[in-house]
């Protein structure tokens, strides 16, 4: 049997009101994403390396609950472990592995860019989220698109109302 190519894109959002200096310093900080993702439900947490969650290294631990079921059950949580691999102020850029997760995901590399909206930063930004995956089990690489879009889109929209109060 064929091994199955993997799966691998970008996904983007763009910030009209917040520049890449305001966003980036909220998106560095790797073990508080729940501030971002609802879903998150408070648990993001560092569980080992760096003790500084912007340094190379560090590992979070997120978790959510599960699919909410008509009859009013709850399935599992889903949860997984991360690892910060890279991080450049400069370029406002960091990337990230999924170590562990009960989401089906083997070999998960991200990489998060947060770009200027021109040439000297005043007018917005854009968020960049690249993803390298194996194939993800009972999931269609549109599926993760769709996933990711949402995931960035409610990201970048609670770090502009955090920024701006709007």
């Known amino acids: ?9 970008t996904v983007s959002v763009k910030l009209p009101n917040s520049t890449a200096d305001q966003i980036w310093p909220l998106y560095v900080d790797f073990c508080n994403l729940h501030k971002w993702l609802s879903k998150i439900d408070r648990m993001c947490q560092h569980v080992e390396g760096s ?3 912007a340094q ?3 590992i979070r631990y997120v978790s959510s609950p599960g699919t909410q079921f008509p009859d009013g059950t709850e399935g599992p949580r889903v949860w997984a472990s991360e690892k910060l691999l890279t991080i450049d102020h400069t370029e406002r850029c960091l990337s990230y592995e999924i170590t562990e997760s009960n989401m089906g995901f083997n070999n998960y590399v991200a990489k998060i860019k947060v770009l200027p909206g021109d040439e000297d930063n005043q007018s917005g930004c854009l968020i960049e989220w690249t993803y390298v995956t ?6 269609a690489i549109e599926d993760l698109v769709s996933l990711l ?3 960035l889109r409610t990201m970048a929209k609670r770090m502009e109302e955090a920024l701006h109060g709007c």
């Open 1 to 9: 049997m064929a091994e199955q190519k993997q799966w691998e894109g």
């Open 51 to 53: 003790p500084d969650p």
């Open 56 to 58: 190379p290294g560090c």
């Open 134 to 139: 194996d194939p993800v089990d009972g999931m």
């Open 149 to 151: 879009s949402s995931t």
